[in-house]
């Protein structure tokens, strides 16, 4: 594990999140896909009880933690990561492939701009680095792109084909 104290950095502070801020990790999350100009529409209405138990699950089966921006006792940034549980059946050994996935790296609009998002990724990838993790992997907004490869993050092969949402039952 690794250990994390609060730092101080220009009057803000980071440090790992408490199981009680999960509902502010959580509104973090679902404020991220407005930011990204997703509708609230197309968001689910229990978003906060779906992030919630995908919060325990992984607390319970993918080491995962969070990490909080704090100014003036206020929480106003968060970050989250766990162990990547995969896409297919996993078969290869940690050795070879031991990802960590980092999401939800939100700040707060007025806080913005001032590193807390930096700050608050790079304490997630020391801590997927404490779990010998070989691969750290996100899925970076447009906004949120330069500053990941300020960090030494590179785009993948990853291949998608988007469809139209016809294809959805409704």
């Known amino acids: 594990m690794v250990e994390v104290r609060a730092e101080q950095f220009e009057s803000k502070q980071f ?5 009680a801020e999960d509902e502010v990790i959580a509104r973090h999350f679902y404020q991220l896909w407005l930011d990204n100009q997703v509708s609230a529409t197309d968001l689910r209405p229990d978003w906060q009880a ?9 607390r319970q089966d993918l080491q995962f933690q969070a990490f909080v921006a704090v100014v003036e006792q206020q929480v106003v940034g968060s970050v989250s ?4 549980a995969g896409l297919y059946p996993l078969i290869l ?7 960590g996935y980092i999401w939800g790296v939100y ?10 998002a930096k700050q ?4 997630a990838i020391d801590y997927l680095k404490s779990l010998h993790c ?23 092969n990853e291949m998608r084909l988007d469809l139209p949402p016809s294809n959805l039952p409704p």
């Open 15 to 19: 440090r790992v999140a408490e199981a």
């Open 50 to 58: 779906v992030t919630l138990q995908f919060i325990q699950q992984a």
């Open 93 to 99: 050994t940690d050795r070879q492939r031991k990802y």
């Open 134 to 156: 070989t691969r750290v992997i996100l899925h970076a907004s447009p906004s949120g792109k330069p500053l990941y490869e300020q960090l030494g993050f590179v785009s993948s």
């Open 81 to 84: 990561c766990q162990l990547f």
């Open 120 to 123: 608050l990724t790079q304490l």
């Open 107 to 116: 700040v707060e609009p007025q806080y913005r701009r001032q590193g807390l």
